[in-house]
C-alpha cells in the first residue's frame, strides 16, 4: 500500500511538492488507458522470460564465486579457506532495477569483486569461464570503453557485464553499495561501474510512489524512442536521465497517478528554465578528492545546456552532451507531447498519439549523410561506435555555420553489408554508392560473421557500412535579400574528418569515412516510406475535413508567424551540386543557396550564442513540417 503524503509530512526532494493531491476517477481512468496501451506496445516481458531472468542472474552469482575462487587458487596461490570466503556479488542496475525492461531488454549487471583480483582476472578469466559455458552466446569483451564491459547473451537474455574492484578482502552476499566509504582508494574505472547501480538504487530510494514512477517513466521511454530523441550519446537524454526527470516529477506530485506524473512531466519541462539543474537530492560532499559537479567552480560544468545531476555520490552531470540544436528538439517535443496529453487528460485525444513514430527523415529538406566503412564485421563495430560518438562534434561546429539555425542527429546508424566483386566496388561503395554491389541490412552487434553468405551472395570484397544523418533547419531569407546563398560547411566537415581519423586504432587501408550533403529526395528510399505514408494520410484527413488538398509541407514552412517558402530562395542543393561531397581527402564542401542571380554569400563560423535557435520557431516548424 502507498503511503499518502500530507502537508508538513517530511518530503522527498530538494523543494515541497506543487500539490498533495490524490487522483481523481478521471486520473485513474486514464492512467488505466495508458496502461493498456503500453501492454498494446508489448512493454510487459512474460511471466516465463521473467523467471528466466532470474534463474541467468542466480547463475551469474554462482559463476562469479567460481571466478574468484579460481584466480585465488590459480593466480594468487592462496589458501583453500581464503580462496573460499573471499566471494564476490553480482547487483542489476538500468531498466531491468528500476523495473523498466521490456521483452528482450537486456540486463546491465555489476560483478563487485574482492581486492586480490584485478580487472585483466575480469577480462582474460572470466571471458574464458564464460567463453566454456554452452548457455553463452555472442560473447565480446571491451576492456578499453569508458565503462569496461563484457557483452553476452546468456540462456538467450542480453547481458552487459561490468566489474568493480573494492579495497575489501572478503565480498559477503550481505553487501551493499550505499556506503560512500566503499569508494576510498578504488581506479576511476570501478567508480564509474559502481556509479551504475548507486544511482539506480538512488533513485528509487527518492521516488514516493514506485508503481507510478515505473508506469511513467515506461511511458516517457516509449515516447522518446519513437521520437527518436532516446540516445546520450548525440546529444539527448539516455535511460538514467529520463528516470531522473520522471523522478523529479513524482516529487513534486506524490500521490498523483502515472497519467497525471506523465502530463506534468510535459508541461513543467517545456517550461523549464534551463540551465537550471534538476536535482532529486541536495548535492553531497564525500571521502574521495574527486569532481563533483559544481557549476560555480568549473567552467565546464557551467556550460551544461540541460544539468540533471545524479543523486549518488560523486554527483555527475548526466547529460553534459546536450547542443543547442538537441536541446531546441527535444523543447519542441516537449511542447508536442504536452499539446497532445492535455488532450487526452480532458478526453479529446488517445494515447497512441503521443508514441507516433517521428517523421525525421520527412522533416528537413537537406541532410548531411556519414558514412563510416571498413572490411570486417568485427573491426566496422568499433570503428563506427567511433564515428558515432564523435557526431556530437559535427553537430556543435555546424551549430555556429550562418545561416544554420538546427544541426538534428538521428539517433542510429544505419548498418549494411555489401558483397562487392571487384575493387572498384568496393571503392564505389565506401563512398556512398550502395547501388554498386548486393547490399544487405545487418546488425553489428547481433553476432554476424565476416564473409557470411547471405541469400547466397558472396563477393570478393565484403564492406560493412554504417550510415548516420544529421538534419539541417536553414536559416529563412529573408525578404528583402538578393542574390544567390552559400552554406560553407568545408570547415565543421574537415575538423570532424580530422578528429575521427586521430583515433588510435585508425588504418586507412582498411577503414573509411565519408561525410556528403544531400536533400531529402535523395534519401534511400527505406528511410522515406514511413514518412511518406504520414504525408499522404495527413493530406487525405485535412482534405476530407475541408475539401480543400493541403500545401505539402515540403513547399511550406511557418517561422515567427510568417509564412516561408522552403524551395524559392532558400535551395539548399541545386542539382549539379548534389554530388559534392567530404571524402577521406578533406575536400571543400561549399553547399548552393537558391540561384536567383545575386551576388553569393559563403557563412563564416561564429560564437554560437549570436545565432541562438528559437523555440518558438521550431516549434512552427514541427507543427507544419518542413
Given at each position: 500500500?502507498a503511503?499518502?503524503?500530507?502537508?508538513?509530512?517530511?518530503?522527498?526532494?530538494?523543494?515541497?511538492?506543487?500539490?498533495?493531491?490524490?487522483?481523481s476517477?478521471?486520473?485513474?481512468?486514464?492512467?488505466?488507458?495508458?496502461?493498456?496501451?503500453?501492454?498494446?506496445?508489448?512493454?510487459?516481458?512474460?511471466?516465463?522470460?521473467?523467471?528466466?531472468?532470474?534463474i541467468?542472474?542466480?547463475?551469474?552469482?554462482?559463476?562469479?564465486?567460481?571466478?574468484?575462487?579460481?584466480?585465488?587458487?590459480?593466480?594468487?596461490?592462496?589458501?583453500?579457506?581464503?580462496?573460499?570466503?573471499a566471494?564476490?556479488?553480482?547487483?542489476?542496475?538500468?531498466?531491468?532495477?528500476?523495473?523498466?525492461?521490456?521483452?528482450?531488454?537486456?540486463?546491465?549487471?555489476?560483478?563487485?569483486?574482492?581486492?586480490?583480483?584485478?580487472?585483466?582476472?575480469?577480462?582474460?578469466?572470466?571471458?574464458?569461464i564464460?567463453?566454456?559455458?554452452?548457455?553463452?552466446?555472442?560473447?565480446?569483451?571491451?576492456?578499453?570503453?569508458?565503462?569496461?564491459?563484457?557483452?553476452?547473451?546468456?540462456?538467450?537474455?542480453?547481458?552487459?557485464?561490468?566489474?568493480?574492484?573494492?579495497?575489501?578482502?572478503?565480498?559477503?552476499?550481505?553487501?551493499?553499495?550505499?556506503?560512500?566509504?566503499?569508494?576510498?582508494?578504488?581506479?576511476?574505472?570501478?567508480?564509474?561501474?559502481?556509479?551504475?547501480?548507486?544511482?539506480?538504487?538512488?533513485?528509487?530510494?527518492?521516488?514516493?510512489?514506485?508503481?507510478?514512477?515505473?508506469?511513467?517513466?515506461?511511458?516517457?521511454?516509449?515516447?522518446?524512442?519513437?521520437?527518436?530523441?532516446?540516445?546520450?550519446?548525440?546529444?539527448?537524454?539516455?535511460?538514467?536521465?529520463?528516470?531522473?526527470?520522471?523522478?523529479?516529477?513524482?516529487?513534486?506530485?506524490?500521490?498523483?497517478?502515472?497519467?497525471?506524473?506523465?502530463?506534468?512531466?510535459?508541461?513543467?519541462?517545456?517550461?523549464?528554465?534551463?540551465?537550471?539543474?534538476?536535482?532529486?537530492?541536495?548535492?553531497?560532499?564525500?571521502?574521495?578528492?574527486?569532481?563533483?559537479?559544481?557549476?560555480?567552480?568549473?567552467?565546464?560544468?557551467?556550460?551544461?545546456?540541460?544539468?540533471?545531476?545524479?543523486?549518488?555520490?560523486?554527483?555527475?552531470?548526466?547529460?553534459h552532451n546536450?547542443?543547442?540544436?538537441?536541446?531546441?528538439?527535444?523543447?519542441?517535443?516537449?511542447?508536442?507531447?504536452?499539446?497532445?496529453?492535455?488532450?487526452?487528460?480532458?478526453?479529446?485525444?488517445?494515447?497512441?498519439?503521443?508514441?507516433?513514430?517521428?517523421d525525421?527523415?520527412?522533416?528537413?529538406?537537406?541532410?548531411?549523410?556519414?558514412?563510416?566503412?571498413?572490411?570486417?564485421?568485427e573491426?566496422?563495430?568499433?570503428?563506427?561506435?567511433?564515428?558515432?560518438?564523435?557526431?556530437?562534434?559535427?553537430?556543435?561546429?555546424?551549430e555556429?555555420?550562418?545561416?544554420?539555425?538546427?544541426?538534428?542527429?538521428?539517433?542510429?546508424?544505419?548498418?549494411?553489408?555489401h558483397?562487392?566483386?571487384?575493387?572498384?566496388?568496393a571503392?564505389?561503395?565506401?563512398?556512398?554508392?550502395?547501388?554498386?554491389?548486393?547490399?544487405?541490412?545487418?546488425?553489428?552487434?547481433?553476432?554476424?560473421?565476416?564473409?557470411?553468405?547471405?541469400?547466397?551472395?558472396?563477393?570478393?570484397?565484403?564492406?560493412?557500412?554504417?550510415?548516420?544523418?544529421?538534419?539541417?533547419?536553414?536559416e529563412?531569407k529573408?525578404?528583402?535579400?538578393?542574390?544567390?546563398?552559400?552554406?560553407?560547411?568545408?570547415?565543421?566537415?574537415?575538423?570532424?574528418?580530422?578528429?575521427?581519423?586521430?583515433?588510435?586504432?585508425?588504418?586507412?587501408?582498411?577503414?573509411?569515412?565519408?561525410?556528403?550533403?544531400?536533400?531529402?529526395?535523395?534519401?534511400?528510399?527505406?528511410?522515406?516510406?514511413?514518412?511518406?505514408?504520414?504525408l499522404?494520410?495527413?493530406?487525405?484527413?485535412?482534405?476530407?475535413?475541408?475539401?480543400?488538398t493541403?500545401?505539402?509541407?515540403?513547399?511550406?514552412?511557418k517561422?515567427?508567424?510568417?509564412?516561408?517558402?522552403?524551395?524559392?530562395?532558400?535551395?539548399?542543393?541545386?542539382?549539379?551540386?548534389?554530388?559534392?561531397?567530404?571524402?577521406?581527402?578533406?575536400?571543400?564542401?561549399?553547399?548552393?543557396?537558391?540561384?536567383?542571380?545575386?551576388?553569393?554569400?559563403?557563412?563564416?563560423a561564429?560564437?554560437?550564442?549570436?545565432?541562438?535557435?528559437?523555440?518558438?520557431?521550431?516549434?512552427?516548424?514541427?507543427?507544419?513540417?518542413?
Open positions: 500500500m503511503v499518502v503524503y500530507k502537508r508538513g509530512m517530511p518530503y522527498l526532494g530538494v523543494t515541497e511538492p506543487i500539490s498533495y493531491n490524490e487522483p476517477a478521471n486520473d485513474l481512468a486514464v492512467t488505466d488507458s495508458l496502461i493498456k496501451t503500453l501492454h498494446d506496445h508489448g512493454l510487459f516481458e512474460s511471466e516465463e522470460e521473467a523467471k528466466r531472468r532470474e541467468v542472474l542466480g547463475k551469474l552469482q554462482q559463476i562469479v564465486k567460481q571466478f574468484v575462487y579460481r584466480v585465488c587458487i590459480e593466480k594468487r596461490a592462496l589458501p583453500e579457506n581464503v580462496a573460499r570466503e566471494g564476490g556479488k553480482i547487483f542489476t542496475f538500468g531498466s531491468y532495477r528500476l523495473g523498466v525492461h521490456g521483452a528482450g531488454a537486456d540486463i546491465d549487471t555489476l560483478c563487485v569483486l574482492p581486492s586480490m583480483v584485478t580487472r585483466e582476472d575480469f577480462f582474460e578469466t572470466m571471458y574464458e564464460l567463453k566454456e559455458r554452452e548457455e553463452v552466446a555472442e560473447l565480446t569483451a571491451v576492456p578499453d570503453a569508458y565503462v569496461p564491459v563484457i557483452k553476452m547473451h546468456f540462456q538467450g537474455i542480453p547481458i552487459d557485464f561490468v566489474c568493480a574492484i573494492l579495497r575489501l578482502q572478503k565480498i559477503p552476499d550481505t553487501l551493499e553499495l550505499k556506503d560512500n566509504n566503499l569508494l576510498r582508494d578504488i581506479d576511476e574505472r570501478d567508480v564509474r561501474s559502481l556509479n551504475g547501480s548507486r544511482v539506480t538504487d538512488e533513485i528509487l530510494r527518492l521516488v514516493p510512489n514506485v508503481a507510478s514512477f515505473r508506469i511513467a517513466l515506461r511511458c516517457i521511454k516509449l515516447w522518446a524512442k519513437q521520437r527518436a530523441i532516446y540516445a546520450n550519446v548525440l546529444g539527448f537524454l539516455g535511460g538514467v536521465a529520463w528516470a531522473m526527470l520522471v523522478a523529479r516529477i513524482c516529487q513534486l506530485y506524490p500521490n498523483a497517478a502515472a497519467g497525471t506524473i506523465v502530463s506534468k512531466f510535459f508541461i513543467i519541462f517545456f517550461k523549464w528554465q534551463w540551465p537550471q539543474p534538476v536535482l532529486l537530492k541536495i548535492i553531497e560532499d564525500g571521502p574521495l578528492h574527486v569532481r563533483v559537479w559544481n557549476p560555480k567552480l568549473y567552467p565546464a560544468d557551467k556550460a551544461h545546456r540541460m544539468p540533471i545531476i545524479t543523486p549518488a555520490y560523486p554527483s555527475m552531470c548526466s547529460t546536450v547542443t543547442q540544436s538537441t536541446q531546441t528538439v527535444m523543447k519542441a517535443e516537449f511542447k508536442r507531447a504536452a499539446d497532445i496529453v492535455d488532450g487526452i487528460m480532458v478526453g479529446t485525444k488517445k494515447w497512441d498519439g503521443l508514441f507516433e513514430k517521428h525525421f527523415f520527412g522533416r528537413y529538406r537537406y541532410y548531411i549523410q556519414i558514412i563510416a566503412s571498413s572490411d570486417s564485421a573491426m566496422q563495430l568499433k570503428w563506427s561506435g567511433m564515428v558515432e560518438s564523435r557526431i556530437r562534434q559535427l553537430v556543435m561546429r555546424l555556429v555555420v550562418e545561416n544554420l539555425t538546427l544541426a538534428h542527429p538521428f539517433i542510429k546508424g544505419v548498418d549494411k553489408t558483397y562487392c566483386k571487384t575493387d572498384e566496388e571503392r564505389e561503395v565506401a563512398h556512398g554508392n550502395f547501388a554498386a554491389a548486393t547490399s544487405v541490412d545487418i546488425d553489428l552487434e547481433g553476432g554476424k560473421l565476416d564473409g557470411e553468405k547471405v541469400n547466397g551472395e558472396d563477393g570478393k570484397h565484403n564492406v560493412y557500412t554504417t550510415t548516420f544523418y544529421i538534419g539541417l533547419y536553414i529563412p529573408q525578404a528583402d535579400s538578393k542574390g544567390t546563398r552559400k552554406l560553407d560547411i568545408s570547415w565543421p566537415t574537415r575538423e570532424f574528418m580530422d578528429l575521427v581519423k586521430a583515433w588510435d586504432s585508425y588504418d586507412e587501408k582498411r577503414m573509411a569515412i565519408v561525410v556528403q550533403h544531400l536533400k531529402s529526395s535523395a534519401l534511400p528510399p527505406e528511410l522515406t516510406k514511413d514518412s511518406e505514408k504520414k499522404k494520410r495527413s493530406q487525405s484527413d485535412k482534405k476530407q475535413g475541408n475539401g480543400e493541403p500545401t505539402s509541407p515540403k513547399k511550406k514552412m517561422a515567427d508567424d510568417k509564412e516561408l517558402q522552403a524551395n524559392d530562395g532558400n535551395e539548399l542543393l541545386d542539382s549539379s551540386n548534389a554530388a559534392k561531397s567530404v571524402q577521406g581527402n578533406g575536400q571543400s564542401n561549399i553547399v548552393v543557396l537558391a540561384e536567383d542571380g545575386g551576388e553569393s554569400l559563403v557563412s563564416a561564429k560564437d554560437s550564442e549570436s545565432q541562438p535557435a528559437t523555440i518558438e520557431r521550431v516549434n512552427d516548424f514541427y507543427t507544419a513540417g518542413p
